[in-house]
């Protein structure tokens, strides 16, 4: 017994160490990132044996450092107390475009030399150039169509979704889910309205949207938000608060929601009926609204679930995917998530894997929960979407009891 016991405070005490390292680490992340991701291309696209004219490689090399510098300074205006939307643009935009071709600069810069190498192509300096002309190709192209995808009404994604205590009433329940709008710098407010219309096309009984509606304080992004006062449903409009607006005056947001016409799930819920089944459709503010220091906000899901039947199936909004653990702790039967933008800008999903247990579609989670986390329908910073397309949400709520007469 006392050997098994030192074995595992070894153990403890190892993975103590370890997420002690990771820690530091992360402290410096936000110094080390920006390096990497401006140097490293500069590095493959004019330094590995290219041989560019001096002027070109001097330039070149001016322009990676010029961004080096300008991006942290731009988003700092942009996001931070200025809150310049502007420098946000030029911030995000090019945050966007070195992700993309720091990832291919990577990708493609080993590999595709190597493969001319074996393959006998030209000299050190010609492939060193091609590979140089492929990256900066195949950037281009991912970047004007990631736009394009970041830009347009997103496309409406359809599933059935099986929940074993619904009640045969409830089969056929259409629940349409937005989330992640952010509207933000960029004014989307022709966008916000061409979403609000593909959604009342869905003709749905509930419309929930699952937060970051916007990135700024309610007034300034009011004309983008103000098409969610046109959404229709056959019962109900409802949302719950996300990170991102615990960023900027949540207050500000749930009172311009409320003006709008949604119903506010901030820990508390309410009752869908129909056909003599009912299904209680429950929601709890972001993980982060305690530390927000703002009074009443918080995830309170026992306060959320107060007073209603335990027999009846619960649907839950919850912005982030990771509190499906809570949830599926409470048994609730269905939780409907966004915050991940499916990564966004691939392979970004791999970071995100790092703090959330699921990226984007359904999934399993304890005895019963199913966790459905969409990609979002708008874009955080960054105006791209590259491999992580937005998406409209419609799930039909499908009982095992409904009738199976032709």
């Not at 107390?81 to 810069?109: C, H, K, P």
């Not at 998530?337 to 995100?352: C, D, K, R, Y």
């Amino acid at each position: 017994m006392t050997e098994i016991s030192n074995t595992r405070s070894a153990a403890q005490e190892a993975q103590g160490a370890s997420r002690s390292r990771l820690r530091r680490l992360m402290r410096y992340l936000p110094l080390i990132a920006p390096l990497l991701l401006w140097a490293v291309p500069c590095w493959v696209l004019l330094h590995t044996g290219q041989r560019w004219p001096l002027p070109v490689a001097l330039t070149g090399t001016a322009l990676f450092a010029l961004g080096l510098t300008g991006m942290p300074l731009a988003m700092a205006r942009g996001h931070g107390r200025r809150q310049q939307d502007r420098a946000a643009i030029v911030g995000d935009t090019l945050l966007g475009g070195i992700w993309v071709l720091f990832t291919w600069s990577v990708l493609l810069g080993v590999p595709l030399r190597l493969v001319l190498t074996v393959a006998g192509v030209g000299d050190g300096q010609d492939r060193a150039r091609i590979v140089t002309w492929t990256v900066l190709c195949t950037a281009a192209v991912l970047l004007a169509w990631g736009y394009a995808e970041a830009r347009r009404v997103p496309r409406v994604r359809r599933l059935d979704v099986p929940l074993p205590r619904l009640g045969a009433g409830l089969d056929g329940t259409r629940v349409v889910l937005i989330t992640d709008t952010h509207y933000g710098p960029l004014d989307r407010a022709r966008w916000s309205a061409r979403v609000c219309e593909t959604v009342n096309g869905l003709e749905a009984d509930l419309v929930c949207h699952t937060g970051d509606i916007a990135d700024g304080t309610a007034e300034r992004r009011r004309a983008q938000a103000a098409p969610l006062g046109t959404v229709r449903a056959t019962r109900a409009r409802v949302y719950v608060t996300g990170n991102h607006e615990y960023y900027s005056e949540a207050q500000g947001w749930v009172d311009l929601m409320d003006e709008l016409g949604w119903e506010p799930l901030r820990n508390r819920h309410l009752l869908l009926e129909r056909g003599g089944d009912t299904l209680v459709v429950a929601g709890v503010d972001d993980v982060t609204a305690e530390s927000s220091g703002l009074a009443g906000h918080r995830a309170h899901l026992a306060g959320a679930l107060q007073g209603a039947d335990p027999d009846l199936p619960v649907l839950l909004l919850a912005h982030q995917p990771k509190f499906v653990d809570r949830a599926a702790a409470h048994g609730i039967d269905l939780q409907l998530s966004g915050h991940t933008h499916g990564g966004q800008i691939w392979p970004f999903h791999h970071l995100v894997r790092l703090d959330q247990p699921v990226v984007a579609g359904l999934s399993h989670h304890g005895a019963r929960t199913l966790l459905y986390t969409s990609r979002g329908t708008g874009f955080w910073g960054p105006p791209f979407r590259v491999f992580a397309p937005s998406e409209i949400t419609l799930l039909v709520l499908r009982s095992p009891e409904r009738s199976t007469s032709p």
